[in-house]
């Protein structure tokens, strides 16, 4: 396998888009285009993301019309991929493989969702699908139910009370909402108080409105090619040093649903093809879907020891400027979570951070950050390591 | 990019089952993981196609499921692809690029669909969001819709009096029938007249219910590996000699419905890679949703200058023992079309017949074979090319 980067990346402004799912996508992926310095027909193939675009939307075989609708030719393969919340990611991944295989040297990855039309309560139970079938969301479970028991269960296992380890939840909604005023992309770009999120509307006991993410609108995309191309598209390509990709349990197979073995399985392979280990990463977007899983990720991904993370939260560890700032973006939290783009979009970042773009929210001297994507109960998980 | 075999293949009973997407995934992955003298744990990425899983069964995410059901760990990537009918041969040309590319060894591809369940009215609306949303599926058209006007554009074209096109149709409806008697594993095993095909229920004018493939549950995978880890597993290791996949503009933006400007692509990508020609071709599987599809596709794979296929059918050329057997498993009209499952069961017969293990039905003496798989109206279309 041979070294593969990233060149242009691109993304549409997150919140709420009257344009179709393949529209914005579009606009992601010709942002993409026009900054890696190409022409569309310079991409030799698509890998397209998307979650629930038949419910949202009614359209399905999407990946074919996007490519179409960019100005791909027909001999441009176009391959759809759905991982639930991790969806982009796993497109990005396939998408390096493709290009390391030797096969392609230049290739469109990313994703797209609109998830704001159907309404909190719809897009609740749709998005519970991705539960499986048979036992969980057949019994009435959704995603704030998963998170809110992995909560419960955190603070007991721990032995942390459980309006500690909610002041420090408060945390990481506060840090990725201050994150996010710096990102004019970002779905919401106002601060909020740990207090706010302590008042906040109970959505499942223990979290609050503002521990959970929003419905989002959006799309993101990144052209990936081989070190060769990429070094004569753009002046800084950012280098795919490792990417690991994990399956797990269904949630009622899981013996303990704070450490996540898929997440543990796919940085790990990640850690290991980019030759570096958790301590190596400047700066990572991670899967804050809830504040509960950005402090279980923390461990998952061995940035620290298990039961630990929330102290770090508290003391600040990851915040820009901390030890290692997480979600400089805004995450899930405070940018946004169009599913099937929410991947893409955290490579967006992480290569607009390793190349110095991101003003107010840069990280200063970042060499080496990292993608982490979760779908389901941490059912399909991506980890992406990349380098400048 | 190194060498790549099929190892073992497996695939369920096609018909009406009680048993879920995954279940029957299960069933056909194990046969093939059993054919390749393997154990599951050797499967080092597994490439899953389904459909509509969360309109059927309300599951998404089925990948990962899938992996785990079959007892995969969770350091397994298991990626779900979806190509509307075209969706397991995406997942099998992608297959193909993982272990061309030297990340894998060995891996696992297919896919499954339950279409029953759903009823005809249902599905075939379901079906429709594979046609594009907004000027398309939207104005209330169907495939059945979608393959009647091919049926009027190529008559009137190629100027055959539509009674006599239809009888020809016909043919393909009675040869596929008649090949389907001798698969056991078919949804229909028994034959049909040309009066019966001509006699039946008009779905879409020209379209008769005969014209038209079934609705049908189903699953099939095969395991693909590397020439040396393919040799080492089994005795016939099948070579994947070419691939190559296309994109198609919606059908309102097509010049001419009976021409694919996708599958063109495709084939001529996937002879190339295999450096042969369509008169290399000893047997294929092909698309044949609609009888008017088969002659169609005939074209467009370069088998037969475009208007002339319709009289090769005449003369029997598609039978087993004919010129080039098209479909000698039944193909989808009597084999039966589980939409995600359809692209591993066409690259299952193929597998068998160039082994010589398809007994009454096997094509004497095929060395090199092929399969073709539309998705949508000809919007995403693989063809892969297989060699003893």
Known sequence: MRKVCVAGVGMTKFGVSEKSCIELFAEAALEAVNASNIKVTDIQSVHFGNVFGDFEEGQAVMGSFAAREIGCPPSTPALRYEGAC????????????????????????????????????????????????????????????????????????????????????????????????????????????????????????PLQLLDCCPFTDGAAAIVIASEEKAKKMV???????????????????????????????????????AGVGPKDIDVAE??????????????????????????????????????????????????GHPIGATGAAQAYEIVKQLRGECGARQVEGAKIGMTDTLGGDATTVVDIIYGI
């Open 86 to 205: 991790a969806t982009a990611s796993v497109a990005i991944r396939d998408a390096f493989i493709a290009v390391a295989s030797g096969l392609y040297d230049v290739v469109l990855a990313g994703g797209t969702e609109r998830c704001m039309a159907m309404g909190t309560p719809l897009a609740t139970r749709t998005f519970a699908m991705c539960t499986e079938g048979k036992y969980e969301s057949y019994t009435g479970i959704t995603f704030p139910g998963v998170f809110a028991m992995m909560t419960h269960l955190y603070a007991k296992k721990y032995n942390i009370p459980l309006a500690k380890l909610k002041e420090r939840m408060a945390m990481v909604a506060v840090k990725n909402h201050y994150h996010g005023t710096m990102n004019p992309l970002a779905q919401f770009q106002k601060e909020i108080t740990a207090a706010s999120v302590l008042k906040g509307f109970m959505v499942c006991d």
């Open 235 to 273: 002046e800084k390509p950012v280098y795919i040093l490792g990417a690991g990709q994990g399956s797990g349990a269904p949630l009622f197979r899981q013996k303990d649903i704070t450490v996540h073995e898929a997440r543990i399985a796919a940085s790990k392979k990640a850690y290991e093809m």
């Open 286 to 335: 991670v899967h804050d879907c809830f504040t509960i899983a950005e402090i279980a990720l923390m461990e998952n991904l061995g940035f620290y020891d298990f039961g630990t993370a929330s102290e770090a939260v508290e003391r600040g560890e990851s915040k820009i400027g901390g030890k290692l700032p997480l979600n400089p973006s805004g995450g899930l939290k405070a940018k």
